[in-house]
Structures are given as C-alpha cells and as structure tokens.
C-alpha cells in the first residue's frame, strides 16, 4: 500500500507539474549532484561540490532579480547601465547543514545580506523545534531565498518559512538539492505562494524520513560526523 501511495504521488507531480516548483537540470548541476550522492564521496569532496553546486544554482534562483540602471565611466565614455542592489537580497540558511549552499550562494552575490534559522527535527515526531533566528534589519524591503540540501518531510521548511512571513519580507523562496513527492506536497499545501528550485525530485521518503535514493544526511556528509 504504502509503496503505491508512494509510486501514484510521483506519478501525480511528473503529470501534473507544480507550477512553482522549478527542477534545475544543468548538465552541471547534474554531474555534481551525481558525484555527491555517490557514497564513496570523502567530506572534503562533498563539501566543494556542494560548494559549487550551489554556485551554479543561484543564477537560476536570481534570475528574475531586479535592476536598477546606474551611470558609470567606461575608459572610453560615460555610459547607463544595470546592476542588482545585493544588500537588499537576503540568503537564510537553516542551520547546519544550510551553511553549505550558503557559502557557494555568497560566491556569487557576495554583497547579500545572511539570515539564520536554527532547526532540529524531532526524532519522534519529525517535527521541526527551533533554537535559533537571527535576520537582518528592514526585512519588508529584501528579498528573501531560503536554502537547505533536502526538502524532505517539508516541516522544517515550512517553519522557517512561517516564522520569516511574521517579519514580511517582499519575496521569499525556497532552495534546495533534493527533493521528493511527499515533501513538494506537504510544503506547497502549507506555502503555496513560495516557489522551490530543486536540482531533482527523487522518489519517495522511507519510515525515518529521509529521501530515496536520496545522498544520506547532508550535514553529517559536509562536516564528517557520522
């Protein structure tokens, strides 16, 4: 039964894609994605790669970032031109293991502002339980993206996404390696205006939570406590 359930929630998304759920199959995303979920992947490579997964993923995700048109001199004149204004973009990393795509997002758009949110999912519940929350200031005028590897059972997603509405942000979304049926359709019943980049949706979700064929934990691969 539950492997039908499983197997018709896939079929359901793949069918009927969600319109805010957007997958980002670059080849090169692609490629690295594959070589972090290879369980011989040593810390210090997956660390890198996630680096630079993420790196590449950020074009996507700021791809509809607003411009503002700026005088400048060329060596030769003065011309007009279009720059992006990163301080008022915001990256907020669900602590710990958000850190990871935090770092490679701040190679890119180093001028953006952090925000952090400490989770932990409860071992019996699954459920999300914060211990930290710390934003920048003036957070109605920012635009927000929020990062974390797996988007799994979606409660600690769909916390921190509630408790960042309280501040009122202009825009908020949702980034993330992997993602699966159960976890697109538990985050999007409960945040149906934020949109998820994802580099993959994969199959299903097993008893304790975590996404197969999935890549493991991802802080615990990124900082090699386990």
Do not use: W
């Not at 538990?186 to 304790?208: E, G, K, S, Y």
């Amino acid at each position: 039964m539950e492997t039908r359930r499983f197997s018709f929630l896939t079929e359901t998304l793949m069918s009927h894609p969600n319109p805010m759920v957007h997958v980002i199959d670059h080849p090169l995303v692609q490629h690295k994605l594959t070589l972090m979920r290879n369980k011989e992947a040593s810390t210090t490579s997956f660390r890198r790669l996630l680096n630079e997964l993420s790196s590449l993923m950020v074009y996507e995700v700021t791809r509809d970032m607003a411009m503002q048109e700026v005088q400048i001199e060329t060596p030769l004149e003065t011309m007009t031109a279009k720059m992006i204004d990163g301080k008022k973009l915001v990256f907020v990393s669900i602590l710990r293991a958000g850190n990871g795509i935090l770092d490679g997002m701040l190679n890119v758009i180093p001028g953006a502002r952090v925000g952090h949110i400490g989770l932990y999912r409860d071992p019996a519940t699954l459920q999300a339980v914060e211990y930290y929350f710390k934003m920048p200031q003036e957070m109605t005028e920012r635009d927000v993206v929020v990062v974390d590897p797996m988007l799994a059972t979606g409660n600690s997603a769909i916390a921190a996404v509630q408790r960042l509405k309280v501040l009122k942000p202009k825009s908020i979304k949702f980034v993330c390696l992997l993602t699966c049926p159960e976890g697109i359709a538990t985050f999007t019943a409960a945040h149906p205006d934020v949109p998820v980049f994802t580099a993959a949706i994969d199959r299903q979700l097993n008893d304790h939570g975590y996404i197969l064929p999935g890549l493991g934990d991802a802080g615990d691969r990124m900082f090699g406590t386990k």
